[in-house]
């Protein structure tokens, strides 16, 4: 039963996974026969209508992240967009959409109001997370000579920014609408709902056996998130935004504690002072914030959040060792899930912290990812518990049945381990002798062919001399059974395929297009594959008189495909023996690896080289 529940468990984080957070996150699609600008006017302003073209106006470009482009900057600032609309259709009702904004936002066209997303006063409207849609009244948007203001408001302890607003006819911009609004919106309170069940759950349970104080606790931490969840769909808050500001930002050192404390005690894992070192975490993130001045709020809050992940990569540390040294199954399904959840944690601080030079990629239109999993969590850890304590039950009730046969299990799992050490004890042994035999061999051997390398004559023969050396390093590192992430191992050919070409002055392209990261090679797949690659490196460099090279290694529906093209003379006219000892050389390594290897001209002239895996041969690590 409880390997059915982890693997059903498994099931639905996947399923949820892949069916929200693809619908959520990504860069809004183009409008199709509407327009999306990109590039605006700005000034700071606590004006209530448009300012004059004689006020500061400045350029900025789309999206606008006040902390970047107006640091230390609260208050409302002003858009102004000057725009064409080409095959403008007067019989057709548009509409003005604006995906993301802070902290609200309202818009007036050509020196008319066309829509508002609430309060611009304490307590500001909170639309942050909120698309806003605004019908265009007829007549008012023509096909030349339009101007768009936009006003935003940033109140202190908050981030002012602003995406490129889209005007398109409405039928066209209202299911993109829609579908930012559920996913946002609704599914946060569905979740918020569910979350709040599973938090009443675990109290009553907490209440009938209050010695388990991990049921209490979780309890507590799913009515935080709860609470700190309306941050995500609440127009009006309760508080001034700053203090608002506060109490959202401080609630996840407390769900965070909340939640390592208890499932690490639900596991059995009881450390006093990591649960010291939590509550006080708990207690001085909110006061370090109600102190921190407004010009500081932001980093303070960055410092915490990254505080509070550094000690849940410690929680999941102890996961670990109990899941996988204990053998604890719930441990190892807690580890999984919060690692997920610890992963979407960190994008999401990245996107809140706008680090410079990362933002360029991570500052889009995406959804923050952390609110889609946490509820899994609650689901899952709310299962697990809810199942411990009726299995809890029926296990007392029937403990005097079980005993015997406990004994007789205990026993048999102690002589399975003790054989299983003996296996271990006597692999060990045979793998340090191996081990002792490769060292000396490197120590030696290796020694003799990096002198060569220094003292050969002429660029061939040291060009011949660090391949063996690199062929020798090759047998002694990526010898035995065990298998290599396919990234890594490609991370290793890359750094020498960098070296070698860098001596010759030949540019390198390289362009690994495999995400998955639990891809794995066996070493001898890495060692043919190597021996591919740097087979092919030298060719190029003996015989193809190229100046770039490039490597593209990319997924297709039944191979993995290595692609590697130079910008050389191709294949020799006079037929080399020693580059066509190479070109076999290269078959026979694919035909070792079960592959297939095919030679083409590339587009520049020069030799191209396929080489295609199939996806069979090549082994997954699990999760």
């Keep these: 039963m409880k390997k059915r529940a982890l693997f059903s468990s498994c099931i639905f984080i996947l399923g949820w996974l892949l069916a929200v ?59 102004r967009f000057q725009f064409d609309y080409p095959g403008l259709d007067a019989h057709e009702i548009h509409a003005l959409y604006l995906s993301r904004m802070s902290l609200n936002a309202e818009a007036f066209l050509n020196g008319r109001k066309i829509g508002s997303g609430g309060s611009f006063t304490e307590p500001v409207s909170r639309n942050w997370n909120r698309p806003l849609l605004f019908t265009i009244p007829p007549t008012l948007l023509k096909a030349t000579h339009n101007t768009l203001y936009i006003r935003v408001i940033a109140p202190q302890n908050s981030q002012g920014m602003l995406y490129p607003p889209q005007i398109a006819q409405l039928h066209k911009l209202q299911p993109e609408y829609e579908k930012a609004r559920f996913i946002r919106i609704t599914l946060n309170q569905t979740s918020s709902l569910l979350i709040v069940g599973i938090g009443l759950l675990m109290l009553s349970l907490w209440w009938r056996r209050k010695q388990d104080t991990a049921y209490g ?91 509070t992940m550094v000690v849940v990569v410690f929680g999941l540390a102890l996961l670990a060792k109990t899941g996988f040294v204990h053998r604890n199954k719930d441990a190892r399904l807690l580890l999984m899930t919060l690692s997920i959840i610890l992963l979407f944690a960190f994008h999401d601080w990245l996107i809140h912290t706008n680090v410079p030079g990362i933002n360029a990629w991570l500052i889009t239109e995406e959804e923050y990812l952390m609110q889609f999993s946490a509820p899994v969590l609650f689901l899952i850890v709310g299962l697990m518990m809810t199942s411990r304590y009726v299995g809890a039950l029926n296990d007392y009730e029937q403990l005097n049945q079980q005993l015997e046969q406990r ?75 065990e298998s290599s992430a396919l990234n890594d191992i490609m991370a290793d050919y890359r750094i020498e395929c960098e070296k070698r070409l860098a ?14 990261a639990s891809w794995q090679l066996t070493q001898p797949q890495a060692l043919n594959l190597g021996r591919i690659i740097r087979e092919t490196i ?21 191979h993995l495909l290595l692609e590697i093209e130079d910008n050389g003379i191709g ?42 895996l199939p996806w069979q041969l090549i082994s997954r690590q699990p999760a």
């Design 21 to 79: 957070i693809p619908a959520g996150a990504g860069a809004a699609p183009a409008v199709a026969a509407g327009i999306k600008i990109n590039q605006a006017a700005f000034v700071l302003s606590e004006s209530a209508t448009p300012p004059p073209a004689q006020a500061a106006w400045s350029s900025t470009d789309l999206p606008d992240i006040w902390k970047l482009s107006h640091p230390n900057t609260f208050g409302s600032g002003w858009y």
């Design 217 to 307: 606790l979780f309890g507590l931490a799913a009515f935080v998130w709860a609470l700190q969840s309306l941050n995500f769909y609440i127009i009006t808050a309760p508080l001034p935004t700053a203090l608002w500001e506060i109490l959202v930002n401080a609630s996840f050192q407390a769900i965070a504690t909340l939640w390592l404390i208890s499932l690490l005690d639900f596991v059995g894992i009881r450390l006093p002072r990591f649960n010291q070192l939590l509550w006080g975490i708990l207690i001085l993130a909110p006061l370090t914030l109600l102190l921190t001045p407004a010009d500081y709020f932001m980093l303070a809050t960055d410092f915490w959040h990254l505080i």
């Design 407 to 481: 004994v007789i299990s205990k026993h048999q799992e102690l002589n399975a381990n003790f054989q299983q050490l003996q296996s271990i004890l006597k692999e060990q042994a045979t793998l340090e002798e191996r081990e002792r035999i490769y060292q000396d061999l490197h120590d030696d051997l290796g020694a003799k062919l990096l002198t060569l390398v220094y003292r050969a004559q002429n660029p061939n023969n040291a060009e011949l001399a660090r391949s063996a050396l690199q062929d020798l390093r090759d047998v002694v590192s990526r010898a035995g059974d």
């Design 503 to 516: 001596d010759v002055q030949i540019q390198l392209r390289w362009d690994n297009q495999i995400a998955d």
């Design 538 to 558: 030298s060719n190029v460099i003996r015989h193809a008189q190229a100046t770039e090279l490039a490597v593209a290694l990319q997924p297709t529906t039944h």
């Design 571 to 612: 294949l020799p006219a006079n037929n080399d023996k020693s580059a066509g000892r190479g070109l076999s050389n290269i078959q026979k390594r694919a035909a070792l690896l079960g592959g297939e290897v095919h030679f083409a001209v590339s587009a520049s002239g020069g030799l191209k080289l396929s080489l295609y």
